[in-house]
């Protein structure tokens, strides 16, 4: 039966499309079939998901396949610089993951590449402009810090997780010395903080044995 209703709206979308692109009802727009494809298809998992909200999966394509469809129509019609388009397809494989969280709270994996890459869509949305670059890569660091010290506050309950507190941390202190010291020295202090935290952790993990 779902089967049925979705080829069914389907070809009607199709026939309406080719009709109205033959009446000129678009008029100056260009909307290239691969893009109303594209999009049909989207819109026909995120169909899936908003019918069976336990098809959580259908969220990633069907998203993904909005942002290629935008970035066609775009292409075509220049509505925003290229850059700022390829941004918001960024945003639009991140954005399915960030949904996957809200609709199972037990999927808490899924704010890690959702994070992530809403974060880099960001830094692809203003880098270019008067901004620089080592302005733009501490927000960057900034950003992916503020994603794991989310997800810990998401898993607080679970004792597993304390690791993203550490990687929030690090990833904050060196977006805090790349504003200050500069990339150069950064290049240097950064894996020398990885390396300091990295030797705390062991330590502590073997230090009742050692002590024993």
């Given at each position: 039966?779902?089967?049925?209703?979705?080829?069914?709206?389907?070809?009607?979308?199709?026939?309406?499309?080719?009709?109205?692109?033959?009446?000129?009802?678009?008029?100056?727009?260009?909307?290239?079939?691969?893009?109303?494809?594209?999009?049909?298809?989207?819109?026909?998992?995120?169909?899936t998901?908003?019918?069976?909200?336990?098809?959580?999966?259908?969220?990633?394509?069907?998203?993904?396949?909005?942002?290629?469809?935008?970035?066609?129509?775009?292409?075509?019609?220049?509505?925003?610089?290229?850059?700022?388009?390829?941004?918001?397809?960024?945003?639009?494989?991140?954005?399915?993951?960030?949904?996957?969280?809200l609709?199972?709270?037990?999927?808490?994996?899924?704010?890690?590449?959702?994070?992530?890459?809403?974060?880099?869509?960001?830094?692809?949305?203003?880098?270019?402009?008067?901004?620089?670059?080592?302005?733009?890569?501490?927000?960057?660091?900034?950003?992916?810090?503020?994603?794991?010290?989310?997800?810990?506050?998401a898993?607080?309950?679970?004792?597993?997780?304390?690791?993203?507190?550490?990687?929030?941390?690090?990833?904050?202190g060196?977006?805090?010395?790349?504003?200050?010291?500069?990339?150069?020295?950064?290049?240097?202090?950064?894996?020398?903080?990885?390396?300091?935290?990295?030797?705390?952790?062991?330590?502590?993990?073997?230090?009742?044995?050692?002590?024993?």
């Amino acid at each position: 039966m779902r089967g049925r209703w979705i080829w069914g709206v389907a070809l009607i979308a199709m026939g309406a499309f080719f009709l109205a692109q033959q009446l000129g009802l678009f008029g100056a727009l260009q909307l290239p079939f691969w893009a109303f494809a594209f999009g049909l298809l989207g819109l026909i998992f995120l169909g899936t998901f908003i019918t069976d909200r336990r098809q959580w999966w259908a969220l990633i394509p069907g998203c993904i396949l909005l942002g290629v469809a935008l970035v066609i129509v775009n292409e075509q019609n220049e509505f925003i610089p290229a850059q700022q388009a390829g941004a918001l397809f960024l945003f639009s494989i991140g954005l399915p993951f960030l949904l996957i969280y809200l609709v199972d709270r037990r999927l808490w994996w899924a704010l890690i590449p959702g994070g992530v890459l809403t974060v880099i869509a960001l830094i692809t949305w203003v880098s270019g402009g008067a901004v620089s670059g080592q302005v733009i890569t501490a927000i960057m660091f900034f950003g992916l810090a503020a994603v794991f010290a989310v997800l810990r506050f998401a898993t607080r309950h679970n004792p597993w997780m304390g690791w993203a507190t550490w990687v929030a941390i690090i990833l904050a202190g060196i977006g805090a010395l790349l504003l200050i010291t500069g990339p150069a020295a950064t290049a240097i202090v950064g894996p020398a903080i990885l390396i300091g935290l990295g030797l705390i952790l062991l330590v502590r993990a073997y230090w009742p044995r050692l002590r024993s």
